[in-house]
Structures are given as C-alpha cells and as structure tokens.
T-cell receptor, first 113, second 111 residues
C-alpha cells in the first residue's frame, strides 16, 4: 500500500510570494491533517480536512489555507510568505474513525528568502 | 498555551543504556497518549501508545509509563541502539480535537 505522498519535497521562495503544497493520502483514508514542523516549536497543527470539509483549524494566520478534493487529496496554500514560514510542512492521513493514528508523509521543506 | 511539555530537548545515551523521555500534560480530558518516532528526512511514525486506564505498556524494548495523578507519561528505551537515534515526540488526544504534540527530543545513541 502506498504511503502518504507530498509534493514538492523541497522549494525555495522569496518573501511576498505564495506557495501551494500537495498531499495524496493513503488509499481509503479520508482525513488529512497538516502540521508545521520547526526546530524550536516542534509539530504545530495547521488544519484537518475530512470529506472536503475543514474539521479543525490551528492557531495560524489567515495566510494559511487549505482544501480537500473529492478524491481526498489535499492542498495547502500560504500567501504573502514571510521568513518565519520557513519550515517542514507535514501532511498526515488517517482513517475516518482512527484519527488517533496519523500516517505522515515525508514533508515539503519550504525555505523563504 | 503548550498543552504537552516534553523534556529533555536532546539526549545522548551510550549504546546498551536506557533512554528516558518525559512528558507532562495539562488537560485531564486527554485519553490517548502516543509516541511518534522521526528519522532524518522522514515523517514521524507511530511508535507506541497508551490509554490512561493502564500504568504501563511495553512493546519490545519500548515502554510507556503513565502516571495519571501526576499528569505525566514517559518513554523508556531499554538497551538503546544507534538505530534508535531519532527525534521522539509525545502527543495527547481527546475527542474530535487534533493530536497535540510535544516539542520533541533528539536522541543520539553513541557506541
């Protein structure tokens, strides 16, 4: 069974630009969560989607947004990038009723210059 | 507000020794406490988890000890090996809320 796939794996942007990250969950998983990982803050929850609906949202500014498609694939977008947005963005999928076990992708490493 | 506090930030252990990572939580409603292991360049993966109705859970060399009254839980890695070198995250969960993670502990096991 294929794991969670995230693209792109690495990207470099400049301040003020926007970025879109993509996540394909494990087949059959309908819940997708996004986390931001930084050395100082660990894993911080961004949002969770289930059946194309945002189910939970973390404490991030409105520049961070996401969506989920009917095939459970998800995208997150960050607009007006700031230096502090440099991080590893992790996507995780889970079964509908097993949200406690998250299966993470390898992440998209974003560097903002 | 950090709901799960993890310590230490980094840990160096000799091969064959015991690695101990501690976590403390605030929300007494949490009812599921997993540990995730992350190797460089990879995403975190579930290692072991415990519910508050038991005080200890063991899987191979990995043991979770849980103290409900103190609102603390810890991960013990017995006979630590260089292959255990990774970052470990504790987490907590309740109901329809997302998993809340600690800030992580970078473990280095040296020969």
């Amino acid at each position: 069974k294929a794991g969670v796939t995230q693209t792109p794996r690495y990207l470099i942007k400049t301040r003020g630009q926007q970025v879109t990250l993509s996540c394909s969950p494990i087949s059959g998983h309908r819940s997708v969560s996004w986390y931001q990982q930084t050395p100082g803050q660990g894993l911080q929850f961004l949002f969770e989607y289930f059946s194309e609906t945002q189910r939970n949202k973390g404490n991030f500014p409105g520049r961070f947004s996401g969506r989920q498609f009917s095939n459970s694939r998800s995208e997150m977008n960050v607009s007006t990038l700031e230096l502090g947005d440099s991080a590893l963005y992790l996507c995780a999928s889970s079964l509908r009723d097993s949200r406690r076990e998250l299966f993470f992708g390898e992440g998209s490493r974003l560097t903002v210059l | 507000q950090q709901q799960v506090k993890q310590s230490p930030q980094s840990l160096i252990v000799q091969k064959g020794g015991i690695s101990i990572i501690n976590c403390a939580y605030e929300n007494t409603a949490f009812d599921y406490f997993p540990w995730y292991q992350q190797f460089p360049g990879k995403g975190p993966a579930l290692l072991i988890a415990i519910r508050p109705d038991v005080s200890e859970k063991k899987e191979g060399r990995f043991t979770i000890s849980f103290n409900k009254s103190a609102k603390q839980f810890s991960l013990h890695i017995m006979d630590s090996q260089p292959g255990d070198s990774a970052t470990y995250f504790c987490a907590a969960h309740v109901g329809n809320t997302p998993l809340v993670f600690g800030k992580g502990t970078r473990l280095s096991v040296i020969a």
